[in-house]
């Protein structure tokens, strides 16, 4: 049996972007969705979903039809992730539908999905890391020297400040990310706020940054002549 509701899947869609904008909709692990995920959020399904089922009433799309979506977005050569993507708002809209009852059942489980073959990864060994790295324009060092030797996210490089960098203790406090529209960001999970260790390699590139920023002891460690982070290209 399915719950009774007269909304659509365009209004339900709506709602639960605003919803999750204003922090009132929160990921499963009970955290604010972060602009970026959100932002991808709407443009899923004003570009891939809504032109399909967008005039569906909430509670009749079923199961056959979004299974025919993915078929679609298949034969139009997009990637797995790309598809899969374009799924995962729908879950989340159909998951908290299903648990305020306004419908009966859930259309996006069990669903065939493309499977998404993962890349090997390429690591480099510590000489061929330093080689890179003295490849690069002198003032570019030591921001990929971070990203390489610490793993940070690119929004996280952005938000990096000088007074979170202990060059006593040898650590890099990880507090804040950057998103591009909302600015200032908590990170992404609980986790996401950590300590990394400082290593010698990455300490000196750091201090040799710090000499040549002469910036501020609360400034942004990869900040641009304005005093904003410096604005980096999408990975």
Same mark, same amino acid.
């Given at each position: ?103 009966? =059942?859930? /259309? !996006? $489980?069990?669903?065939? &999905?493309? %499977?998404? +073959?993962? @890349?090997?990864?390429?690591? #480099? *060994? ?71 260790? =400082?290593? /010698? !390699? $990455?300490?000196?590139? &750091?201090? %040799?940054? +710090?000499? @040549?920023?002469?910036?501020? #002891? *609360? ?17």
């Amino acid at each position: 049996m399915r719950a009774s509701t007269a909304a659509t899947l365009r209004e339900a869609a709506e709602e639960w972007l605003g919803a999750a904008e204003a922090g009132i909709i929160r990921t499963r692990s009970g955290d604010p969705y972060k602009p970026s995920a959100l932002r991808s959020y709407r443009h899923a399904l004003h570009s891939k979903v809504l032109p399909h089922l967008g005039s569906e009433r909430l509670s009749a799309v079923s199961s056959n039809q979004i299974q025919d979506l993915v078929d679609r977005l298949v034969a139009q050569g997009l990637a797995p992730s790309t598809v899969r993507n374009s799924i995962l708002p729908l879950r989340a809209i159909y998951r908290r539908a299903l648990h305020r009852n306004d419908v009966g =059942l859930n /259309p !996006t $489980l069990k669903l065939s &999905l493309p %499977a998404v +073959r993962g @890349r090997r990864d390429q690591i #480099a *060994d510590p000489g061929h890391a330093a080689a890179l790295i003295r490849a690069l324009p002198e003032a570019e060092q030591a921001l990929w020297a971070t990203a390489l030797y610490t793993g940070l996210r690119r929004g996280e490089l952005q938000a990096l400040t000088w007074n979170e960098i202990d060059l006593e203790r040898n650590l890099i406090h990880v507090n804040h990310s950057w998103d591009k529209r909302a600015g200032l960001i908590s990170p992404k999970s609980r986790s996401g706020k950590r300590r990394i260790p =400082l290593i /010698p !390699t $990455l300490r000196h590139h &750091l201090i %040799a940054q +710090r000499i @040549r920023q002469g910036a501020p #002891a *609360d400034g942004y460690v990869f900040g641009n002549s304005n005093g904003r982070p410096l604005t980096l290209a999408p990975s």
